[in-house]
């Protein structure tokens, strides 16, 4: 999100189109296995906004960012009111593009900009809802990702094969509550998996 003169089609990544005959995991949650080497995903929950033959894409919700607070970014995009009547916390959606933001929240509220991943959640992307939000309206709940995780063509679906991912059913509470140092163990949770008897199971997509 930025002040700049932006048309608000371009404020969203390249998004995979989505062919209803292809299984898609948009609507779920991935979750690193222990396995996981690369440091910017050990452990991590991704929440899959999109995912096709043409790739993927997908917030991270349990890295909490300290700075900026969500008071100090309204002020930087000038947005009132500030102080706000209500907030919501940042984290660290991906390594892609994370000087961009994106706010991950309830379906109870959308505009021309949202991209409704299910029924329950969608994708928002311009300053419209930081404003509701400021103002105490907006979504019931919602988080400000700065950045996302993405993947190019059959890199996600590679990667779920090599026993990089699980997948499992999105768990609001998992998403948005603040308790992000259980995150990772309650979202296996869900499968009934215990971590320690993760090495040998195969990827579900």
């Given amino acids: 999100m930025s002040r700049k003169t ?45 995912h096709s033959r043409e790739g993927a894409m997908g917030i991270v919700v349990n890295r909490p960012l300290a700075k900026p ?24 959606g991906g390594p892609v593009e994370n000087a961009r933001g994106f706010v991950l929240h309830t379906a109870d509220w959308t505009d021309d900009a949202s991209l409704k991943v ?23 709940d919602g988080i400000l990702a700065l950045g996302y995780a993405g993947w190019g063509p059959g890199q996600l679906d590679s990667e779920i094969q090599q026993n990089a ?14 308790d992000h140092a259980t995150k990772w163990k309650r979202a296996l949770s869900v499968l009934r998996v215990d971590p320690l008897m993760l090495s040998g199971v195969a990827g579900r997509a």
């Avoid at 997948?167 to 509550?177: G, K, L, Q, R, T």
């Fill in 69 to 92: 607070s969500f008071p100090d970014l309204l002020k930087q995009l000038k947005i009132e009111p500030n102080p706000p009547a209500r907030a919501i916390r940042l984290c660290s």
């Fill in 165 to 178: 991912w699980l997948s499992a059913p999105a768990d609001m509470e998992v998403i948005f509550d603040a």
């Fill in 6 to 50: 932006t048309p608000r089609s371009s404020k969203f990544p390249p998004l995979p189109p989505v062919d209803p005959k292809e299984t898609s995991l948009a609507g779920q949650v991935l979750i690193a296995m222990p396995s996981m080497n690369d440091p910017r995903f050990a452990q991590s929950v991704i929440y899959v906004c999109a």
């Fill in 118 to 140: 299910d029924g329950k959640l969608a994708l928002t992307a311009s300053l419209d809802i930081l404003k509701a939000i400021a103002e105490g309206g907006g979504p019931k």
